[in-house]
């Protein structure tokens, strides 16, 4: 079972940047390899959005509302996924999440086994 840390949360204005990490322990380098890995959100009052995934080749997903400003990333070795956020707008305040699962076809989908705790994110117009 794996368990996952998020942090690099915090408080910028709009057009800033932030970069999110996700620590995984409790899973072997070889297990986590395995692992489909996603970036979620939720808004205070709005359900669990789905952001960005990646997959075992490093292919990626984006929901529409990020692609072109947001870059998912995952470093094996390290057992680390990574969120690089550019342009920030206001609409992206939201704890930001990280999911593990060996279910390929969940893509965006908020089913995923494995949650971290969240860390904020807050962008000021």
């Known amino acids: 079972q794996v368990q996952l840390v998020e942090s690099g949360g915090g408080s910028v204005q709009a057009g800033g940047s932030l970069r999110l990490s996700c620590a995984a322990s409790?899973?072997?380098?070889?297990?986590?390899?395995?692992?489909?890995m996603a970036w979620f959100r939720q808004a205070p009052g709005k359900g669990r959005e789905g952001v960005a995934t990646?997959?075992?080749?490093?292919?990626?997903s984006y929901a529409d509302s990020v692609k072109g400003r947001f870059t998912i990333s995952r470093d094996n070795a390290k057992k680390t996924l990574f969120l690089q956020m550019n342009s920030l707008k206001p609409e992206d305040t939201a704890m930001y999440y990280c999911?593990?699962?060996?279910?390929?076809?969940?893509?965006?989908?908020?089913?995923?086994?494995?949650w971290g705790q969240g860390t904020q994110v807050t962008v000021s117009s």
């Open positions: 999911a593990a699962d060996t279910r390929w076809w969940l893509r965006l989908l908020p089913n995923y086994n494995y």
């Open positions: 409790g899973a072997s380098e070889y297990t986590y390899n395995n692992y489909y």
């Open positions: 990646i997959e075992l080749d490093d292919s990626t």
